[in-house]
């Protein structure tokens, strides 16, 4: 009797429910969107690996895979409640009125009315996601892996949350100001770019010797990343507009033609400089084009993406050597490619913005748009918008990896030793590509492995380029017996009777 009431009870409820709710289309598309921005993680991982050196790549691949987790597991405890939860009035965060996804089920999301709350709080966890894989790139070949990952925790909630906060939730006040932000120029570019920017301060230079010779280990891993990078971003601005509808496609494209522009313009200047079309500066312009599309794919026409590829291709190249003024050890140019461009998208909007582009998912029909609409106050919102989350972000950043670094066990840097090292050996145990080293420098080895170049051959299986020193020792020895008295007369009365065997079988 019970159980049958129990059926009945289910049975009524899903009868009284509301199936026109969402469009199970729209609720489909977020789905796969979110799972392809979940595929750029293994995208970061792969680009930041081959752009690092071997001895340290697999290292920036771990420490994207367990920022990832630990995002989640932010997301899930409180970071969705303080980044989205509509209770909260100041403007500022949120509360904890979600903690632990406490009633995110069926409600329309705060971001949109097209999609239920629960799938709102997975997309926006996928884009926090990326954001602290963009942000542990600061560590490149000298950070320690467990402070970056408790710092990563505690970043999440006191950096982008309040980012995410300021222009996607109802009450923060970058929303209520009328910033357009459509897909995190903001909480994403700027925080994570900047953001690496003010870790790399923290930590330090690179001793000198590591600088020299600098070059990606694997620049097909650069190109694998950057394509893999390049699909997941569609399913990041293409689902920001919440819907299967023409403003999601109008991003899809205004993404396509800046990520193009942009890696044609980059690629240019580098072969202007060096008379070579290089991969990685390809890779690097489509990067840039593809941040700047973020915060604007959106809000533009395609004209005005065009416009947008060729300038932040451009721009973010020379401002690659913003590191070098600086003096900061960005190593993988998070502010030139993510904060610069993320600048860059934002200010596009000011200009050229377009309340028809926006009123295509058939939602915000009333935003108005940049100058193109007339809107003239539009550029003075971006630039206001803009200098709040780079101060933010910087001065949290630094701040926050000042305190842990001050925490013994806890120091953000590895040791010379393990610089030099690797950090794949000191911190992993495993590497990414573990075989014998042929150095590039023909003249440094030979097939009978006598160093000619002054340098002695690799043990086997050695990763680093340097000499195992038993066998260096070895080596010395070796070569101080065959250059002994004793042993140069040897070698004299030899010569001389093969010379003898010779002249008489002549």
């Not at 289309?25 to 930041?48: C, N, Q, R, T, W």
């Not at 066998?471 to 007369?489: A, I, M």
Request: hydrophobic fraction near 45%; aromatic fraction near 12%.
């Amino acid at each position: 009797m019970v159980l049958t009431e129990n059926v009945l009870g289910v049975l009524n409820a899903i009868l009284k429910r509301d199936t026109t709710q969402f469009d199970r289309g729209d609720v489909s598309f977020i789905i796969v969107a979110g799972a392809m921005v979940s595929f750029m993680i293994p995208g970061l991982a792969f680009l930041y690996s081959g752009l690092a050196r071997r001895k340290s790549a697999l290292t920036l691949i771990w420490a994207v895979t367990a920022s990832n987790a630990v995002c989640i597991f932010q997301w899930y405890f409180w970071g969705y409640s303080l980044a989205f939860s509509p209770t909260a009035t100041n403007g500022f965060i949120g509360n904890l009125a979600h903690f632990g996804l406490m009633n995110v089920l069926g409600d329309p999301s705060p971001g949109s009315p097209l999609i239920p709350d629960l799938l709102y709080a997975f997309y926006q966890m996928e884009f926090a996601c990326v954001t602290v894989g963009i942000l542990v790139g600061g560590i490149a070949e000298r950070g320690r892996v467990l402070p970056a990952i408790i710092f990563t925790f505690l970043w999440m909630t006191l950096v982008y949350c309040p980012l995410a906060c300021w222009p996607w939730n109802i009450n923060g006040w970058a929303f209520k100001y009328g910033v357009l932000d459509y897909a995190g120029g903001g909480p994403v570019e700027i925080g994570s770019g900047v953001g690496g920017l003010a870790y790399a301060w923290v930590l330090g230079r690179r001793q000198k010797e590591e600088l020299l010779n600098f070059r990606p280990h694997n620049v097909s891993m650069v190109n694998l990343g950057t394509f893999i990078l390049w699909f997941g971003w569609l399913g990041f601005n293409g689902g920001s507009a919440f819907g299967a509808n023409l403003r999601a496609i109008m991003a899809v494209w205004n993404s396509m033609i800046a990520a193009a522009f942009g890696g044609i313009v980059w690629c240019l200047l580098d072969y202007r400089l060096e008379r070579k079309y290089t991969m990685v500066g390809f890779c690097s312009g489509t990067i840039a084009g593809l941040v700047a599309a973020t915060p604007a794919s959106g809000y533009i026409h395609p004209w005005a993406a065009v416009i947008m590829g060729i300038i932040s291709g451009a721009v973010c190249n020379y401002a690659t050597k913003v590191k070098s003024l600086l003096r900061v050890d960005d190593a993988l140019d998070l502010f030139a490619e993510h904060a610069v461009g993320g600048i860059l998208g934002l200010l596009m909007n000011g200009f050229f913005a377009s309340s028809s582009i926006i009123a295509l998912d058939g939602v915000n029909t009333n935003v108005p748009g940049g100058w193109v609409d007339h809107h003239w106050k539009q550029l003075y919102i971006q630039v206001a918008y803009i200098c709040a989350t780079c101060s933010y972000s910087f001065v949290v950043t630094a701040l926050l990896a000042k305190c842990i670094n001050a925490i013994p066990g806890l120091q953000l840097r590895t040791t010379a030793e393990g610089e030099k090292l690797g950090l794949d050996e000191v911190e992993i145990g495993e590497f990414a590509n573990d075989y014998i080293e042929v150095r590039r420098d023909f003249m440094d080895w030979t097939t009978f492995g006598n160093g000619v170049g002054g340098h002695g051959p690799n043990a086997a299986g050695d990763r680093h380029g340097q000499p195992d020193l038993a066998q260096q020792g070895q080596q010395e020895n070796l070569r101080t017996e065959e250059l002994s008295p004793h042993n140069t007369d040897e070698i004299h009365e030899k010569s001389l009777e093969s010379s003898q065997a010779d002249a008489g079988s002549a």
